[in-house]
């Protein structure tokens, strides 16, 4: 489902963020990207979302060179990336049911069935009796939730987390990972990057190292 | 199109939220509106004036004073069949005399002082509406002059001359001024816009986070340019239509603008904020 090889990128500013890296994630693997801070954990997940190019190498989401798209063929690969960040990244001035609409009407459904679709998402999520509120009446928790409901509103087949506990107390970051486990085994491929090691531990999946920009115990074929 | 719905919603509620900046954005254009309506108002009441004088223009041909009634039957007959004359009315000098005290009765004592009737027969002619550009009648006037026993040929030539001239220059200084004040309300809109923009650049995040093409993140912001620039427009209209309104009170003849000037100057405001919008809107699409 996602595939690098070979990848660099230094930005304008001459940091070297990732240095030859190669990985694979397969299908409905659930995966945690772990590292210290400014390890490369983030610019690895803006190169599967194309915010940002490769300086080298090859980064292939389903079977697409992501490099090799064009700028407006961009929002159609995202399309089938969810993404839930640290800070949740939801729209204050919206209703929780109108942020997880966002990418439903993007994509042109009818109302009835953004309505629909959202509510279904949110009652995976646990919070359809929150629709109405707006982010900023809930917990930090549930707007967690909303973000994920958002991710995972057109159902993609891949969901990125960046640090998404972090800002979150242990009880709910365990919720939370719980609520990414019953995602992938919808299916989903889902990367969290995380450098919280305790959760890591006590969820048993694939661990993918990342130190100073590079992959020391990754193997690829 | 299946997104108008959404983009249309958008703009209104962008609208209704952008409080002091919007109302300045808004402000601008008025201004910008309002000038260039007072310089259409103007070119299209002189034009008016011009065009109504022009239907009425007609040419006083003086003979020579001692031309009599038979000479005066044979220059009339040639006057007549001149290219671009309509009729040839004759005004004998005793007519002559009588529209002259008709014209300044306080005068007439000095008319009859004198032993004989100063004034010469003349031909009034009227000339056909093809033939009433200055440089026709210009034309149309040589040709009466050269006429053997015609004395001279009056007509308002250099007042309707001027009065075209100017007509041209309120036209184009209209127009200039008009560019330059639509330029600055694009560079107004585009700041103003710009601040609105920059304080919902996480919306903007967001959105092509989720997927959103540039379109789709452009369209409401163009949407609040157009409302904005079209209120701006409707405000000016609504000011001019007042200001032409009031100079009416005081018995100034002016006309208020055609449709076609209003619907069009309505239209250009709309596009100049829609201009601005989009413009703005571009420096943050780049996630």
Redesign the interface.
């Given at each position: 489902m996602i595939k690098m090889r070979g990848v660099t990128k230094i930005y304008d500013n001459g940091v070297v963020a990732l240095h030859d890296v190669s990985v694979d994630v397969a299908k409905g693997e659930l995966a945690f990207l772990t590292g210290p801070s400014g390890a490369g954990k983030s610019t690895l997940l803006k190169l599967i979302t194309a915010e940002e190019p490769p300086t080298e190498g090859l980064v292939e989401i389903a079977g697409h060179d992501v490099g090799a798209l064009r700028r407006r063929e961009v929002p159609y690969l995202r399309r089938r990336i969810g993404v839930v960040f640290q800070d949740f990244r939801l729209l204050n001035e919206r209703t929780v049911l109108e942020n997880v609409m966002l990418p439903l009407t993007i994509l042109g459904l009818a109302p009835a069935e953004q309505r629909r679709r959202a509510l279904q998402v949110l009652t995976v999520v646990g919070l359809a009796q929150r629709k109405d509120a707006r982010p900023m009446e809930l917990s930090g928790g549930e707007q967690q939730r909303v973000a994920i409901a958002r991710a995972i509103a057109l159902d993609p087949a891949i969901l990125l987390a960046d640090e998404p506990t972090g800002n979150l107390d242990p009880d709910i970051t365990w919720h939370i990972m719980k609520l990414f486990r019953l995602i992938n085994a919808r299916g989903t491929a889902v990367v969290i990057a995380t450098h919280n090691y305790d959760v890591v531990k006590k969820m048993d999946a694939r661990v993918i190292k990342i130190i100073r920009g590079e992959l020391p115990e990754e193997a690829v074929a | 199109m299946?997104?108008l719905g959404?983009f249309a919603r958008e703009a209104l509620k962008n609208v209704g939220?952008g409080g002091i900046l919007t109302a300045a954005a808004i402000l601008a254009v008025t201004f910008a509106a309002l000038i260039g309506g007072i310089f259409a108002t103007a070119y299209v009441n002189l034009r008016t004036i011009y065009e109504e004088l022009r239907s009425e223009l007609y040419v006083d041909v003086y003979l020579a004073y001692e031309t009599d009634e038979a000479q005066a039957q044979v220059i009339g007959d040639h006057l007549g069949r001149l290219a671009g004359v309509s009729r040839a009315d004759y005004i004998s000098r005793e007519a002559a005399a009588e529209e002259f005290v008709g014209l300044f009765p306080e005068d007439k004592e000095l008319l009859e002082a004198l032993s004989e009737n100063p004034l010469p027969a003349s031909y009034r002619l009227y000339l056909r509406p093809e033939y009433d550009t200055p440089e026709e009648v210009a034309a149309i006037v040589e040709q009466v002059v050269a006429v053997e026993g015609v004395d001279d040929a009056v007509y308002a030539q250099e007042w309707l001359a001027n009065l075209e001239r100017a007509a041209k220059v309120v036209g184009v200084v209209g127009a200039a001024v008009g560019g330059v004040l639509g330029a600055a309300a694009i560079l107004v809109v585009m700041s103003t816009i710009g601040l609105a923009v920059y304080a919902r650049r996480?919306?903007i995040?967001?959105?092509?986070?989720?997927?959103?093409?540039?379109g789709?993140v452009r369209a409401p912001f163009i949407g609040e340019g157009l409302i904005i620039g079209l209120l701006g427009g409707l405000v000016a209209l609504a000011a001019l239509y007042g200001g032409v309104e009031f100079l009416r009170t005081y018995h100034v003849e002016v006309h208020f603008l055609p449709a076609s000037y209003w619907a069009g100057g309505l239209a250009l405001a709309g596009l100049a904020g829609a201009i601005g919008s989009a413009a703005a809107v571009r420096r943050f699409l780049k996630?």
């Open positions: - | 299946k997104h959404f939220r996480d919306t995040e967001v959105m092509k986070i989720v997927g959103a093409t540039d789709f996630v």
